[in-house]
């Protein structure tokens, strides 16, 4: 008797830690996709990839993914039996929160970019009527003086 509480217990709580809220889960995937992307970019330039450059792009994937779960708190293994265990609906509000993450994410760099004078690509130069006083001081100095 006291054994089978004890493993129920036990079961409980791995299976409360293996809990990943459908929010949670989009800003891990999110992250994991964002981490996906840097690694795959370093790479990009590569026409053919040597067999030592897929095992350290394989190894810098599982790295970068590692990461992302172990900043969130949740080891590998929860996050697998997690996801597994999703429901329909979950996977819905998973897929729900990344797009409003996106979303959110083009607001905030369309905003920014409204922020920055003139168009992309195209070089602001600003004048002034200040003095350019290391120039003075160099001056003073003697320096840049023919001799």
Same mark, same amino acid.
């Given at each position: 008797?006291?054994?089978?509480?004890?493993?129920?217990?036990?079961?409980?709580?791995?299976?409360?830690?293996?809990?990943?809220?459908?929010?949670?889960?989009?800003?891990?995937?999110?992250?994991?996709?964002?981490?996906?992307?840097?690694?795959?970019? *370093?790479?990009?330039?590569?026409? #053919?990839?040597?067999? $030592? %450059?897929?095992?350290?792009?394989? @190894?810098?994937? +599982?790295? =970068?993914?590692?990461?992302?779960?172990?900043?969130?708190?949740?080891?590998?293994?929860?996050?697998?039996?997690?996801?597994?265990?999703?429901?329909?609906?979950?996977?819905? *509000?998973?897929?729900?929160?990344? #797009?409003?993450?996106? $979303? %959110?994410?083009?607001?905030?760099? @369309?905003?920014? +970019?409204? =922020?920055?004078?003139?168009?992309?690509?195209?070089?602001?130069?600003?004048?002034?009527?200040?003095?350019?006083?290391?120039?003075?001081?160099?001056?003073?100095?003697?320096?840049?003086?023919?001799?």
């Amino acid at each position: 008797m006291n054994r089978a509480f004890i493993l129920c217990c036990t079961l409980a709580t791995i299976s409360a830690l293996a809990e990943v809220s459908p929010d949670e889960a989009a800003k891990i995937q999110r992250e994991q996709g964002k981490a996906r992307d840097a690694v795959m970019e *370093k790479y990009k330039g590569k026409d #053919k990839l040597s067999a $030592a %450059d897929l095992r350290q792009q394989s @190894k810098e994937l +599982a790295e =970068a993914e590692r990461s992302v779960l172990q900043s969130h708190g949740v080891s590998p293994g929860d996050w697998v039996k997690a996801t597994a265990r999703m429901s329909s609906d979950d996977r819905a *509000k998973v897929e729900a929160a990344k #797009k409003q993450m996106k $979303a %959110d994410e083009d607001a905030a760099a @369309k905003k920014g +970019a409204d =922020a920055k004078p003139g168009k992309p690509g195209e070089v602001v130069i600003e004048k002034g009527n200040e003095k350019n006083e290391a120039a003075e001081m160099d001056r003073a100095m003697g320096f840049g003086k023919k001799k």
